[in-house]
């Protein structure tokens, strides 16, 4: 019976000591357990890089001058080993089996490239327990996506030019090259509310997101007219 694929889990953290702690314990508690940890710290001014110092392998510490979590994700990806690869955030957690059920997708069907589930958002615990905010919701998001590493290069690196849309000009990448997804209903990732979310932090470029969009929009329409003008 051939081997699973191995599994690298990159987590870019800029002063999230209050949470990247509980954040390492979701990963390592999985019960696909990854072959690789590497927490990039985006130049924090807080003990965050010390706290992922002490879990020991498999966790490993990379440091970097403040650049932005698009870039922290690219030096992530650069280090990480691991034949798929996933993303979290210093903030959030995964559930139990979120690698589990994604990466038994991957195994079983090679035409897909990237697989998703379900996302909740919490904003405090209770027994040591999320207390849910809302009902699972398809989450298309690096944090609850894994994806095969040929696939995550092909797309090429997140955008290092935005402060919130750096996902989402990834995702539309993706999807202009076709690449095959699944989004599963079983809830992969629990993402934490507090007043210092990035999306919050930098609320003033939330004109990013149209951006990208009409960024993506334009690519297509050049694709087309090269196909169209290619024809007989």
């Keep these: 019976m051939p081997a699973e694929p191995t599994v690298g889990v990159v987590i870019p953290v800029w002063n999230g000591e209050r949470w990247l702690g509980e954040a390492l314990d979701s990963v390592l508690a999985q019960e696909h357990r990854p072959a690789d940890i590497v927490v990039v710290d985006d130049g924090s001014s807080d003990a965050s890089a010390a706290?992922?110092?002490?879990?020991?392998?498999?966790?490993?510490?990379?440091?970097?001058?403040?650049?932005?979590?698009?870039?922290?994700?690219?030096?992530g990806i650069e280090l990480v080993a691991g034949e798929l690869v996933t993303f979290l955030d210093a903030d959030d957690l995964l559930t139990p089996a979120s690698l589990a059920l994604r990466?038994?997708?991957?195994?079983?069907?090679?035409?897909?490239?990237?697989v998703f589930g379900a996302v909740r958002r919490f904003s405090e615990t209770a027994a040591g327990a999320p207390v849910a905010l809302?009902?699972?919701?398809?989450?298309h998001m690096p944090s609850a996506m894994l994806v095969r590493r040929a696939a995550l290069e092909r797309v090429g690196p997140f955008p290092t030019d935005t402060r919130v849309a750096e996902g989402l000009d990834w995702m539309l990448r993706a999807r202009e090259l076709?690449?095959?997804?699944?989004?599963?209903?079983?809830?992969?990732?629990?993402?934490?509310?507090?007043?210092?979310?990035?999306?919050?932090?930098?609320?003033?470029?939330?004109?990013e997101f149209a951006h990208a969009l009409k960024a993506s929009l334009d690519r297509r329409r050049a694709a087309d007219r090269i196909t169209s003008d290619a024809e007989p």
């Design 178 to 207: 076709r690449l095959g997804e699944l989004t599963l209903a079983d809830q992969v990732l629990w993402r934490r509310v507090h007043g210092h979310n990035n999306s919050l932090r930098h609320r003033a470029e939330i004109g």
């Design 103 to 114: 990466v038994e997708v991957l195994v079983r069907r090679p035409d897909i490239d990237m």
């Design 51 to 75: 706290l992922a110092e002490r879990h020991g392998p498999p966790v490993r510490v990379a440091c970097q001058a403040n650049a932005g979590i698009g870039a922290a994700r690219n030096r």
């Design 134 to 139: 809302n009902e699972p919701q398809a989450g």
